[in-house]
């Protein structure tokens, strides 16, 4: 099983941008501590990180084709702006987790509205690294859950 780790905007900046919201670890090494996770849990990941949204909705689309079981996203800026990636998820049906680093609830009034919240298996944010780890987590139990069911 194939699950695809899709990062938004700025996210290729960790380590580095503001980590007192987002932390000191790197995009690379975040990756990595999920590839160790992804090995344990007996799924496969992809990883896709880019600050265009259209490169993003693309990924999704690519995803669906390739089979890809579901998705765990950190749509970052676009979670409460983009519509189009929100849609591009919602067509391919795709099952995903969104994940957040900081705790956007605890921020600016603007970053409290998820446009992908409703439509995600679960949200965990607040958590650093710890979030997307959960988020893989909850979404490799999901799927092995109705796999075994058919």
């Given amino acids: 099983m194939t699950i695809l780790v899709l990062h938004g905007p700025n996210l290729d900046l960790l380590g580095v941008r503001e980590p007192g ?9 975040l990756s990595a501590g999920l590839d160790a996770l992804a090995q344990k849990l007996g799924v496969t990941l992809e990883h896709f990180q880019s600050n265009h949204e259209g490169e993003l909705i693309d990924r999704v689309h690519q995803a669906w ?3 890809v079981a579901g998705l765990v996203v ?3 800026g676009y979670t409460h702006s983009s519509v189009a990636l929100r849609d591009a998820l919602l067509a391919t049906r795709l099952p995903f987790v969104e994940v957040h680093l ?4 605890a ?3 603007f970053r409290r509205t998820s ?6 298996e679960g949200v965990i ?10 988020g ?3 979404l490799a139990a999901v799927l092995e859950s109705r796999s075994a069911t058919g």
Avoid: I
Wanted: hydrophobic residues 30%.
């Fill in 102 to 105: 900081s705790n956007v609830h």
């Fill in 65 to 67: 084709h390739d089979g």
């Fill in 74 to 76: 950190n749509p970052a």
């Fill in 115 to 120: 446009l992908f919240a409703d439509a995600a």
């Fill in 125 to 134: 944010s607040g958590l650093g690294p710890d979030s997307y780890a959960l």
């Fill in 21 to 29: 919201h987002y932390g000191t670890e790197s995009l690379a090494s």
């Fill in 107 to 109: 921020r600016e009034d």
């Fill in 136 to 138: 893989l987590r909850g």
